[in-house]
């Protein structure tokens, strides 16, 4: 079997977990390639993305950079017996969706399909909404299956009617939680289409630190004490409500937060950090590599992630630094949101707010800040759970298994 993935971008930091679960199938045995529907933004890449050997197809962005390219793809598309299908499908989401976007799409979906190999058996694409569309058309146009990963902003600011036409036209659909696997099924014309993969984290990169190696421990009397998180700065990670909780914290004992990640709310929650009187308080270090990352995770004292619903209804489904700060052994503060509680046992392996309720969340951050012991406690149990249920090694069994292949054994596999 040769499978196409589609991808929104690629490499892309913020999505450790497409590259992991790619690699695994790498080493699983998958022949694949990769098609990127837009290129990467950033500077840096993670190791995992080093490992994977696949090719990558990069389709026109924008397809007024790349007429000729386009106008080629047509004119050999055109020509398959398919092709009056697929634009009547195109042209009926066009109706409903009457974008710029929907126009991209299918022009992208057109190159795709041009372009693609006569071993290509199977397209696959990570995300319901613009990935599913292209790789949809396509299918149509190659007369190939299709199948999919859904995740979160692709499934809650999709509309009902093009999720359920996607899971009609998709012969298996993979999604990362429970919340999301009871949201999706009733859509699909056959529940069973819909399955769970947890995404997991990966042991091997974020191996336990206990004992004397564990550099928290020796640090318990140490101030200040260091809040950390990591995330996208986008509306539904809730980043304004953990400033203005961070404002309501007592300023002895003495603490400071550290803040991993790129987005367009950075100026906005910079100016509420000031406005607020905490902006010394706050190291903004941007987006950042995976042993950049793992780092932070291994010398904090505290994980604060409190995401909310956004205005669009977009949501985060159970986001993976959760799993990896858990991994190291981080004691965590989040909101109860989402899949958030399928990870978080409230008060025993972390602590969960209300979202939006910036008093409760600081009250879990003062609890934490103040009690080493507590801390010591709840990062334990929440690393003893996270390498308990989800491993990646182990999550990423139900992916490979679609592919019709194998998943190899994890080398340090964690007990």
């Not at 146009?141 to 036209?169: G, Y």
């Not at 699909?188 to 974020?206: M, T």
């Not at 190291?328 to 046992?345: F, K, M, R, Y």
Request: charged share 25%; hydrophobic share 40%.
């Amino acid at each position: 079997m040769t499978t196409a993935i589609v991808l929104k971008g690629y490499p892309r930091l913020s999505e450790t977990f497409i590259a992991q679960e790619i690699l695994a199938l790498q080493q699983a045995g998958l022949d694949l390639g990769i098609v990127s529907l837009r290129h990467p933004t950033d500077s840096a890449a993670h190791p995992v993305h080093g490992q994977i050997e696949a090719p990558v197809n990069y389709l026109p962005e924008y397809l007024w950079r790349e007429p000729i390219r386009v106008l080629r793809s047509w004119r050999r598309v055109r020509k398959l017996g398919t092709y009056a299908e697929a634009r009547r499908a195109w042209r009926r989401d066009l109706a409903r969706d009457p974008t710029a976007n929907r126009i991209r799409r299918w022009g992208q979906a057109l190159v795709l399909a041009a372009e693609l190999g006569p071993e290509v058996d199977r397209l696959y694409a990570h995300f319901l909404h613009t990935p599913s569309s292209v790789a949809r058309y396509a299918s149509i146009l190659r007369n190939i299956p299709w199948s999919a990963s859904a995740h979160a902003v692709d499934i809650w600011t999709t509309p009902e009617w093009e999720l359920r036409e996607k899971l009609a036209s998709a012969d298996w659909v993979l999604t990362c939680t429970k919340t999301n696997q009871e949201y999706l099924s009733p859509l699909a014309p056959d529940p069973d289409r819909v399955s769970l993969a947890y995404h997991g984290v990966d042991l091997d990169r974020f191996p336990a630190v206990a004992g004397k190696e564990y550099s928290r421990h020796a640090r318990k009397s140490e101030l200040p004490i260091r809040i950390l998180s990591v995330g996208r700065l986008v509306p539904k990670k809730g980043y304004a409500d953990l400033i203005t909780a961070l404002a309501k914290l007592p300023r002895e004992p003495a603490w400071r937060f550290e803040h991993i990640g790129g987005g367009p709310e950075r100026k906005r929650l910079q100016r509420l950090a000031a406005g607020l009187g905490i902006g010394d308080r706050i190291d903004w270090r941007g987006a950042q590599p995976q042993d950049v990352v793992a780092e932070a995770y291994r010398t904090s004292d505290i994980f604060a992630l409190t995401c909310v619903v956004a205005p669009n209804g977009d949501r985060d489904g159970l986001p993976n630094v959760l799993m990896e700060a858990q991994s190291q052994g981080l004691p965590v503060v989040a909101t109860n949101v989402s899949a958030i509680p399928e990870l978080i046992l409230d008060g025993e392996t972390g602590l969960l707010a209300e979202p939006g309720d910036t008093a409760g969340i600081a009250a879990h951050l003062e609890l934490l800040i103040r009690d080493a012991d507590r801390r010591d406690m709840i990062g334990a149990a929440g690393s003893a759970r996270v390498r308990r249920n989800f491993a990646f090694s182990d999550c990423v069994g139900s992916v490979v298994e679609k592919f019709g292949l194998q998943a190899r054994p994890s080398v340090s596999r964690v007990a």
